[in-house]
């Protein structure tokens, strides 16, 4: 099992970017799956969370800008970003439970310009 993020890149402050992560392997179920970040001189800090039900959960300073989803179907978890300002600059990582384990993606880089 594992899980590959992509769609990271370069944006301009106000911009928008859509991660996404695909699980892949042999996948028998997948309960909570989010989305982590880790600025430059910063501990990882979790951004949103949603659970195999499709609650969600964010942290205060993404909320009203950014939106967690995923679609079952395809094992495909996402992070729609919008308004995107300097200090969400940062590695973000996918994480999902598969089979019970726990599972990271590689890192994907956001860098937002001013």
């Known amino acids: 099992v594992q899980l590959q993020a992509s769609g990271g890149g370069l944006v301009q402050a106000g911009g928008s970017l859509r991660l996404s992560c695909a699980a892949s392997g042999s996948i028998f179920s997948i309960n909570n799956m989010a989305w982590y970040r880790q600025a430059p001189g910063k501990q990882r800090e979790l951004v949103a969370l949603i659970t195999g039900g499709g609650s969600t959960t964010y942290a205060d300073s993404v909320k009203g800008r950014f939106t967690i989803s995923r679609d079952n179907a395809k094992n495909t978890l996402y992070l729609e970003m919008n308004s995107l300002n300097r200090e969400d600059t940062a590695i973000y990582y996918c994480?999902?439970?598969?089979?019970?384990?726990?599972?990271w993606g590689q890192g994907t880089q956001v860098t937002v310009s001013s």
């Open positions: 994480y999902a439970m598969i089979n019970r384990y726990n599972y």
